[in-house]
Each structure stands twice: as C-alpha cells, then as structure tokens.
C-alpha cells in the first residue's frame, strides 16, 4: 500500500485530501440532517397522534358507557380515514375490543392491560401488513371505560425524511464537484513552480548552470526556488573558479614545456 501511495503523483494527492475531507463533511452532514429530521419527525408524529387519540378517547367516553357498539364503529371509521392514520381501536374497561377499523383485528396488537397501565399514555411502534406504524394510546376517563388507540403509518415519516435530504445531498455534490475542481485547480497552481524546480535542478544535474530560477514568492516554494539559485550560483562560481585554476595549471604547464624546449 505503500508502494502505491509512492507511485501516486502530488497534484492527486491533493486533490483527493481535499475530496476525501468534502466526501466526509458531506456525509456527516447528511448523517447529522438525518438523525435531526428523523428526530424532529418523531416528535411531531407523537404529537399528532397523542392528539388524535386524546379526541377520540373524548369522543368515544359517552359511547363506551352507554355501549353503543355502532356509534363507536362509526367513529372508529371516521379516524381511520384522516390522513396518515394507520389503524384505530376502541378498549373497554373490560379489556374487550369495543370498536376497530380492520376487516379482522390483529390478535398481535392487543395484550390485556392492568388498570394502572391503562391509565398511562403509551406509544409503541408496531407492524400492520408488514409496515411500520406509530401507535399512541391514550385513557377513557383515566382509564376506568378503557382505552382508544390510534397509529399513523410510519412511511410517511421516512418520505419526509427522504424529501428532507435530498436538498442537502443535492447540496453536497455541487459542493463535492466544486470542492475537486478547485482542488484540482490548485494543485495544479502549487504542482507547477515545483515541476518547474525540478526540470531547472536536473538541468543543472547534467551542468547547465546559466539558466537562472526565477520565482517571485514568499512561501515555501519561494524559498525552495531562492535556496536552488543560490545552490546554482555558488555552483557556476565554483565551476568559474575551478576552470581558473585548470586554465591557470595547464598554463604552467605549458610554460614549463616550452621553457624546457629553449634549454
């Protein structure tokens, strides 16, 4: 994995430090929306049905105690077609169905109550036809008549969430392909003095020392830039004065021989 990084250029390198830190922004943010959005709606559907339920538990008191089955059926049916509203039931004091809104009531939903829990407000999640649905039940006359039951289906809470999130994921990719053009952009900015730098130096490998590096900046690649022309000039005036001695040597040499040759 190593090797690979190694063989990876700068100008990638960069762009994906600056993609991979949008890509882990964004998702946090989407995560962070979500559990927030996911959060707000629960509330609000708790709300809603508390208050569905705490109206029909109102409207249905004067029916459970003069038993009229027919006009709690009646009630039941109207709820059941609000908006949302998954199921309702109707509880007496007994423990007994007294009204419901299914063709056949699922045994499932319902499990006997001591006076002391109907006497609670309760919300449970629960399943009806393999769906998700939030249940709040509510007490009739502090529980003495029974208890009314209402749930909202649970996805229309997850396609709130959905329509919640898809501003902001939307939001998040322009902001991911903006973040790595940038990236790109700027890599492409800091990569170009450097390989510049690098093609001046192997010039100056192979003895080309008369090209001056010529980078007009403060930062790091500036000083990098200035440390390379004086390594550059040093290096010409070594070589001037080496070139001196050997021309200065062979001179004497030279002298020497042709002195050699009068005697």
């Not at 902001?168 to 800091?190: E, H, K, M, N, Y």
């Not at 001056?212 to 550059?232: N, T, V, W, Y």
């Amino acid at each position: 994995m190593s090797l690979g990084l190694k063989n990876i250029s700068l100008t990638w390198k960069i762009v994906g430090v600056f993609a991979g830190t949008i890509i882990f922004l964004g998702l946090a943010i989407v995560g962070s929306v979500y559990y927030l959005t996911g959060q707000a709606l629960q509330e609000q559907i708790e709300k809603r049905t508390s208050s569905l339920a705490l109206n029909l538990s109102d409207a249905a008191a004067g029916h459970v105690l003069a038993k009229n089955r027919l006009d709690l059926h009646a009630l039941v049916s109207k709820y059941v077609r609000l908006d949302g509203v998954a199921y309702a039931f109707i509880e007496g004091g007994n423990g007994e169905i007294l009204a419901h809104s299914f063709a056949t009531f699922p045994r499932d939903l319902w499990r006997p109550l001591t006076f002391d829990e109907r006497r609670e407000e309760h919300r449970r999640i629960s399943l009806v036809d393999g769906k998700k649905t939030y249940e709040t039940r509510v007490p009739i006359l502090e529980g003495q008549a029974g208890a009314a039951y209402v749930a909202l289906w649970g996805d229309g809470v997850e396609e709130e969430i959905y329509r919640a999130l898809m501003p902001i994921v939307g939001l998040v990719t322009v902001v991911l392909l903006v973040g790595t053009v940038v990236a790109a952009l700027l890599a492409r900015s800091i990569i170009r003095p450097i390989i510049g730098l690098t093609t001046l130096a192997d010039k100056m490998s192979r003895g080309d020392l008369e090209t001056p590096i010529e980078i007009e900046s403060a930062d790091e690649i500036g000083k990098l830039a200035h440390s390379l022309e004086r390594m550059r000039a040093s290096l010409k005036s070594a070589m001037a004065h080496l070139n001196r001695r050997t021309n200065a040597h062979e001179l004497d040499v030279n002298n020497a021989h042709l002195s050699r040759g009068l005697k």
